[in-house]
């Protein structure tokens, strides 16, 4: 199915290592871009293809995938990492796909 | 540097058409990316709507299709995105982004809130 799956809520300790997964179909055949979005704000991008980061993205940021499964990691989790990540991904017929989030806290 | 920015009307009654348009400065999209159309219903995730390539080639979320259109203007570096018979359900602050060939919006715009209400 044309769908991408995200755990809606995570935590993690100031830090501390967290990863972020998404899962679909399409991630088999496709890879997964993710997307840091503050409140109030428009996504930015922190991940994609393989494991490439945009310029000015802090290397704490990864990418990885595994079957159907695409994850973010962050290592070192910062106070300002707190915020809604999403997935991004395309499907065999064009359709672009996005998972339905996850808020991150960082406590 | 890329930049987008979002125009549009704020305010909309059901029925009516959205009509928004994405102004692109520092880069010509004539040049071999996608343009697209996000759209985030307040409190929700994001929505594809819609993407544009090279002007004639044009991809439509399946639930939406049926009611939107996107085009580019080249001469003024510029696309758009109409939506028909808005309802409440539209209401959504709508993204342009630019989406590169592998697949990710590497540029967005700042969004624009459009409010469908009677």
């Known amino acids: 199915s044309s769908e991408l799956t995200q755990d809606p809520a995570v935590s993690v300790a100031l830090g501390q290592t967290v990863r972020i997964t998404c899962q679909g179909d399409s991630l088999r055949s496709y890879y997964a871009s993710w997307y840091q979005q503050r409140p109030g704000q428009a996504p930015v991008l922190v991940v994609h293809g393989k494991n490439n980061r945009p310029s000015g993205i802090p290397d704490r940021f990864s990418g990885s995938d595994s079957g159907d499964t695409a994850s973010l990691t962050i290592i070192g989790t910062q106070a300002e990492d707190e915020a809604v990540y999403y997935c991004h991904s395309r499907d065999r017929i064009d359709n672009r796909l996005f998972g339905g989030g996850t808020t991150l806290t960082v406590l | 540097q890329v930049l987008l920015q979002e125009s549009g009307p704020g305010l909309l009654r059901p029925s009516e058409t959205l009509s928004l348009t994405c102004a692109v400065s520092g880069f010509s999209i004539s040049n071999g990316y996608y343009w697209a159309w996000v759209r985030q219903s307040p409190g929700k995730g994001l929505q594809w709507i819609a993407s544009?390539?090279?002007?004639?080639?044009?991809f439509y979320n399946p639930s939406l299709k049926s009611r939107v259109n996107i085009s580019d203007d080249t001469s003024r570096n510029q696309f758009s995105l109409i939506v028909r018979s808005v309802t409440a359900a539209d209401t959504a602050v709508y993204y342009c982004?630019?989406?590169?060939?592998?697949?990710?919006?590497?540029?967005w715009g700042p969004g624009t809130l459009v409010t469908v209400s009677s």
């Open positions: 982004a630019r989406l590169a060939i592998t697949e990710e919006f590497d540029y």
């Open positions: 544009i390539y090279h002007g004639a080639n044009t």
